[in-house]
């Protein structure tokens, strides 16, 4: 199982049931680089807060107050406040967010460290002894 993933989807919630609003996709795009769909119908990218602290990603949003009063017949569409908390793994950076078509789209990409990137040792055929040349010091 792919542990960038497995962070990334589990979302931050103490005792009480995960929420379901709104729903979301984590799809793997590259080798190294992920997407998060959320979908936002409703809100205006003015509404939509997407921020990064303390390891997590935090995506809100707050509609706007509505200035004119309507009568609905049927509401299906929910534009309710909401918080939605991912954590990130190690390495994983937000590269962006777009909004399109009633759903933001946040890029990230996993950039491990040079230093804790694999690398391939390579192995001599022959043991390769230290040679000494010159005489030792004496000390008197």
């Known amino acids: 199982f792919d542990r960038i ?22 799809e793997k795009t590259a080798e190294d680089a992920y997407r998060i769909s959320i979908a936002v119908a409703g809100f205006t990218p003015d509404e939509l807060s997407v921020e990064v602290k303390d390891g997590s990603l935090f995506v809100t949003a707050r509609k706007a107050a509505n200035e004119t009063e309507r009568s609905y017949l049927h509401r299906g569409i ?7 908390r991912f954590a990130l793994a190690d ?7 777009v909004h399109e078509h009633g759903m933001l789209h946040i890029d990230l990409v996993r950039e491990v460290p040079e230093a804790m990137k694999p690398r391939r040792i390579e192995i001599s055929r022959t043991a390769a002894t230290p040679v000494l040349e010159g005489k030792a010091e004496t000390v008197n």
């Open 91 to 97: 390495h994983v950076r937000v590269a962006g967010a």
């Open 5 to 26: 993933a497995d962070l990334m989807d589990r979302v931050l919630t103490t005792d009480v049931a995960q929420p379901t609003y709104p729903p979301y996709n984590i």
């Open 78 to 84: 929910a534009t309710r406040a909401f918080e939605r």
